[in-house]
């Protein structure tokens, strides 16, 4: 089964972006990616979760779903200038990533897997 992983400074570098050795975007994951940026406090961050974690069961090896917590990884946090929570980061295998801001309903988050991941 599989499961929504968590992310810290130094997973990121190497499955999604590696800062310190890229000025420019150049994602380092396999497969496209969702990263949630949360904190344990956050009320829509909790209904979110649940979505995340049935997504990621739908799409297994077709995307990976991250999670981030801001309190902990402030660092990448300020990267992305994450100002409000739930922020959902969505990262392609090509081009930029894009953030979508707040407690998304699940089929919202199946058409930004569609449209920006590419993925059905």
């Given at each position: ?110 058409k930004a897997i569609a449209d920006v991941?590419?993925?059905?």
């Amino acid at each position: 089964m599989a499961l929504v992983e968590f992310l810290t400074e130094q997973s990121f570098k190497e499955k999604v972006f590696n800062f310190e050795a890229n000025k420019d975007w150049k994602f380092e994951g396999e497969l496209p990616c969702m990263i949630d940026f949360y904190a344990d406090w956050c009320s829509p961050c909790k209904m979110v979760a649940p979505i995340l974690e049935e997504l990621q069961q739908e799409y297994d090896g077709k995307i990976n779903i991250y999670k981030i917590n801001t309190e902990d990884e402030r660092n990448l946090a300020a990267m992305f200038g994450i100002q409000s929570i739930p922020s959902l980061l969505f990262v392609p295998k090509e081009g930029q990533p894009q953030m979508a801001v707040g407690a998304l309903p699940k089929e919202t988050f199946k058409k930004a897997i569609a449209d920006v991941l590419k993925v059905n």
